[in-house]
């Protein structure tokens, strides 16, 4: 069934590579307008030639998430290309920070994390998704306009996990902050949820996917017992982005194999 999202305009943040451009060429299939954005202006640019899509129907922005005024700016230039926005999947995010490579490449622990590296990991998958939520949400109240706002946790939204505290931490918030927004911006028809992936074949998962020990931890806790891949998580994306979840807001749907079921 194509075009459940025709006649909409879709931002994706982290749009560059992974659960970002696998959202970005589902999308322009179902009807979508697409505006790609990313730090990698060249990754951007090359999901939307990807997409097969046109000026007119895709746009590549290059933005620092983490920016608030660089998030205002991308939600404007998005709605001078494109005619507006209806849905955004903020899908910028970082993982564990791990050591130099010139040291131990192993994840820090609490105890020596530098605070400037935890803060980096929150700078990103906490406030980059809340200046992206709050300058989509904006434009949509300025315009009367409703819309679904689609926010990327993690299993550690839910759980905590040794040596994964800043990680742990940003994702948490992630939830109570789709919750928080999801009851106050309900009044303005803008309905805001979240997917939590366990393990998905990413560039972010590559270091846990190459280590035997980190896999098996993930593996031996997951029923369905192996990897999830990109393209698995579209569906209930899309399900978020359609009208097919008029009724569904504040929700955070686990997508884990099965991870937070154990």
């Known amino acids: 069934m194509a075009g459940r999202l025709a006649g909409k305009v879709a931002i994706i943040t982290g749009g560059g590579n992974g659960i970002g451009r696998a959202c970005a060429l589902r999308f322009v299939e179902e009807g979508a307008r697409v505006c790609v954005a990313d730090l990698d202006l060249a990754a951007a640019s090359e999901t939307a030639r990807l997409t097969k899509g046109d000026a007119k129907t895709t746009v590549a922005v290059q933005v620092d998430t983490t920016d608030e005024a660089a998030s205002d700016a991308m939600v404007a230039r998005c709605v001078d290309a494109l005619g507006g926005v209806d849905v955004l999947v903020a899908a910028a995010g970082v993982g564990s920070p791990r050591r130099p490579p010139s040291g131990s490449d192993q994840p820090h622990t609490v105890l020596d994390m530098p605070t400037d590296v935890f803060k980096k990991v929150v700078d990103v998958n906490l406030y980059g998704v809340l200046f992206s939520n709050r300058a989509v949400a904006r434009w949509m109240v300025a315009n009367g306009r409703g819309g679904s706002l689609i926010n990327l946790g993690s299993i550690m939204s839910f759980v905590g996990a040794s040596k994964n505290v800043s990680y742990a931490a940003s994702k948490g918030a992630v939830l109570q902050l789709t919750k928080a927004l999801a009851a106050e911006l309900a009044p303005d028809g803008i309905r805001v949820n979240g997917i939590a992936p366990g393990v998905i074949s990413t560039p972010m998962t590559e ?47 686990p997508i884990d194999g099965g991870y937070l079921a154990v």
Do not use: W
Not at 236 to 241: E, H, M, N, R
């Open 207 to 253: 270091v846990t996917r190459s280590t035997p020990e980190a896999l098996a931890r993930f593996m031996n806790h997951t029923p369905l017992g192996r990897v999830g891949e990109p393209d698995e998580l579209i569906g209930p994306i899309l399900f978020l982005a359609s009208k097919m979840s008029s009724y569904v807001t504040g929700a955070m749907l």
